[in-house]
């Protein structure tokens, strides 16, 4: 490879990294519902020095261990409590997430395996999700993949130094999400044992009882300091409600079904879930006939993915970005596979390998099909949107004949795939996220309000549920969430100024009864950010009020803004 080429190359991967994780980062307002209560949680922990315990709304919030928090805390500190801030150690993480799987790639097996591997996790929509979400998940996958990558090299590339850095990470994933690191990595561990003798043979020559004792000393003094801080408050709230209710108990009316998470996966490794597929059913059946084409690497990558999906597959409550941390192992498969179509006949490969290569170009035509179906019929976006659709299309047309003719060689990065991801996400980013934006009103009444509010007013939220934590974090001050009408009713009648937002038909139904309220803002928009919000044919917009007290009775005069 000249020079030039080099350059071109690092450039062209520098653009596409920046385009998936750090373009427009910080232009639009948090969404519901828990960017804004984690990045109000670092806000209180910066404003009071409470460095140890995290608060909420000025309460202890025990949903997830410090560290997170403490990230977070560093660039919002640098920048202030912005969108922007508040999502770039997200972002950050997943770029590092990104690196990792190149490297245990380029370790284990060959460069040109790491090379794809990052870049098919780099333009999953997962990393272009979660690398713009103020939460802790990319940052969980990245402390916790890259622990089990070190520990995976010291035991398969003969490097055991390694594995000390990977109980420090494995530590750091525990203070980011808790004990649940462990009980991830120490399923794969156990998977690996129980069906490899050989990978038994080199996990079990490294110095586990001595890691774990690492990662508890690391990882225990924070929980202890919470026990004895706040006592069977932390027990029954993190340990029992966050974590063992959460996984057995039904607690939310979630009802998805034991396949939900490998849907998920299937979704969201296109265009490549055919090819891995194949890949899959090419390694069950080698391990069968034991043929020898599974090799440990293999072995420990679908160990690690069993070992997360189907932990997770058995929770009662189910969310997708909870197996977050298999994607850069299926990626790394996706890889291998990949690597051996361009290096071996096509003649040579194995059926499945050979039949997953094939769907590549046709999945592309199906994506680029179904998204241009939803942006000219069902959604109110720009023209120029199409070419989100277009640019699909015309990647498909240019990967299918070239998978078809005999003797064509496939090339050593998928860069045509890969562009017209790159250009999709710039298409997510210039044209869907903005329109979705126009329609989240919630962040501007809770501005308004913001500058309304004298210190002697008080301010509270009545049943606005998931967005009660934009409205917290903009509004900027401790604000009570009413739930009960009778609690409402008590706000409304203590002496002293107030706002309260509230749904338009709760602030119809107390005006009904006689309390007395006058409307000072009121606009419609979204109840939830999906996508549903820009069906041309959409649920009426929902009406957001902003009540005060009514001090003479008479008909009000007010505006409503409407969100087209």
Known sequence: MTTISRVVGTGAVALLLFVVIFWRLGAPTFWDPDEAHYAETTRELIRTGEWLAPYYNEQPFFDKPILFHWLQAIPMMLFGPTEFAARLMPALAALALVGVTGWLGATLVSVDVGLVASLLLAVSPAVFALSRYAILDSVFAAFLFAGGALVAVAALGGRPRLQWGGYVLLSFAVLTKGPLALLLCGLTFLFAIVVSSELRRRLLALRFVTGLAIVLVISVPWFLYMWLRFGDAFINGYLLDENIRLYAANRFGNRADPWFYFRVLAAGLLPWTGLLIGRL??????????????????????????????????????????????????????????SDVRTRSMDGLQAGTKIGFYTVGPVMVAAGAGGGYFMIARLELPGAAIAVPAVLWGGAALITPRASIRGMKTPRVPVIALTALTVTYAGLVLFVMPALEHRKVVPDLARSVANRASPRHRVAMYRMNRWSTAFRFYVDRHTPHLEAADEARTFFAEPGPFYCIMLGPAFDEFVAQGVPLKVVDEREGVWATSGRALWRRRIPPTRFVVASRREHAGRETRQVTSVP
């Open 281 to 338: 059913a090419d390694d069950v059946r080698g391990a069968w006939r034991k043929d020898g084409s599974v090799d440990l690497i293999e072995v420990l990558l679908w160990c690690w993915t069993g070992a997360i999906v189907g932990f997770f597959s058995l929770s009662h409550f189910k969310l997708d970005h909870y197996v977050f941390p298999a994607a850069p192992a299926l990626c790394l498969v996706c890889a291998r596979a990949w």
